[in-house]
Nanobody, 123 residues
Framework: QVQFVESGGGLVQPGGSLRLSCAAS????????MGWYRQAPGKQRELVAA????????NYAESVKGRFTISRDNAKNMVYLQMNSLKPEDTAVYYC????????????????WGQGTQVTVSS
């Protein structure tokens, strides 16, 4: 069955960097668009970044543009999120998900989510 395992989170000071990884299994990874989402306490889950199956098109939330970079390795069934210049408002649990439709991916309406990885930005 489909499984996503997110890793790489942690505690970092404002201005610091983290690289998140998501290992996907149970899907033909190369035909799926991939997305990173986050959910802060008391807030709805939101899309942070999305990448098409070949990596030719990428979308970012306005709040992370210029700071975050999404990438993927289809040979390894992995998607990454490089996060630089982190701010306290980036604190959240980060998740990945997949969809053959890039449009559907941006909506993030899924029943299944992995365990996520906690990112805390604090001094």
């Amino acid at each position: 069955q489909v499984q996503f395992v997110e890793s790489g989170g942690g505690l970092v000071q404002p201005g610091g960097s983290l690289r998140l990884s998501c290992a996907a299994s149970g899907i033909i990874f190369s035909i799926y668009a991939m997305g990173w989402y986050r959910q802060a306490p008391g807030k709805q889950r939101e899309l942070v970044a999305a990448i098409t199956r070949g990596g030719g098109s990428i979308n970012y939330a306005e709040s992370v543009k210029g700071r975050f970079t999404i990438s993927r390795d289809n040979a390894k069934n992995m998607v990454y999120l490089q996060m630089n210049s982190l701010k306290p408002e980036d604190t959240a649990v980060y998740y990945c998900n997949a969809d053959p439709s890039f449009t559907r991916l941006t909506k993030g309406e899924y029943d299944y989510w992995g365990q996520g990885t906690q990112v805390t930005v604090s001094s």
